[in-house]
């Protein structure tokens, strides 16, 4: 089955600055890549996906890009702020959509003021 | 308004006593899911369910079952809770005509004594 590696487990910024978020997948047959952010206490929303035919996709300051070379995939937040202080998951499936999907450890990203 | 409804929403029990947790969308979603999350280990599948009385096993189905009798009901049942099974679990659902967008329950958290 499929295999997703997140890094790093906990990342700490100072507003303003740039955060990336990076995972590897094992499954070649993976072609739908989203990421979801998960505030404390709260259930984890959809932020930003990436399908296998595009490299890169923005969304304001969020954007996501695939390697499916090299099997990983990235998220970037620029000129964080302290609510997007909360735990990112990254996510592959083979089935092109929310189904079956197998999620990454998750990443603790913190934004200091 | 449209959601996933999971209850209880934290439950303590003892090793061996059998529980259920339900969960239930009023969007008319084909797709339900569970998962379970764990420090480190990110969200785990351990069921799925693409229609009424169609089932599959996640990732983690050992010592679960669930059943999908009706559209909008997807409880999870464990019949011998032992305490590696203390974890936060979470519903999940999705259209399968709008498949990239997978809707969360609350979240249960369950402690096994």
């Known amino acids: 089955g499929e295999n997703v590696e997140q890094h790093p487990s906990t990342l700490s910024v100072q507003e303003g600055d740039s955060a990336v978020i990076k995972c590897t997948y094992s499954?070649?047959?993976?072609?739908?890549f989203p990421w979801y952010k998960q505030e404390l206490g709260k259930r984890p929303q959809l932020i930003i996906d990436?399908?296998?035919?595009?490299g890169e996709k923005k969304d304001q300051r969020i954007a996501v890009t695939l390697n499916k070379t090299a099997k990983h995939f990235s998220l970037h937040i620029t000129e964080t702020q302290p609510e997007d202080s909360a735990v990112y998951f990254c996510?592959?499936?083979?089935?092109?959509?929310?189904?079956?999907?197998?999620f990454g450890s998750g990443t603790q990203l913190t934004v200091l003021p | 308004e449209a959601q996933v409804t999971q209850n209880p929403r934290y439950l303590i029990t003892v090793t061996g006593k059998k529980l259920t947790v339900t969960c239930s969308q009023n969007?008319?979603?084909?797709?339900m899911s569970w998962y379970r999350q764990d420090p480190g280990l990110g969200l785990r599948q351990i069921y799925y369910?693409?229609?009424?009385?169609?089932?599959d096993k996640g990732d983690v189905p050992e010592g679960y079952k669930v059943s999908r009798k009706e559209k909008r009901n997807f409880p999870l049942i464990l019949e011998s809770p032992s305490p590696n099974q203390t974890s936060l679990y979470f519903c999940?659902?999705?259209?399968?005509?709008?498949?990239?967008?997978?809707?969360f329950g609350s979240g249960t958290q369950l402690s096994v004594l």
């Open positions: 999940a659902s999705s259209s399968l005509y709008d498949f990239e967008k997978l809707f």
């Open positions: 499954d070649s047959a993976s072609n739908y």
């Open positions: 990436i399908r296998s035919n595009v």
């Open positions: 996510a592959a499936s083979p089935s092109g959509s929310a189904r079956q999907l197998t």
């Open positions: 969007m008319n979603h084909e797709y």
């Open positions: 369910s693409m229609n009424v009385e169609v089932t």
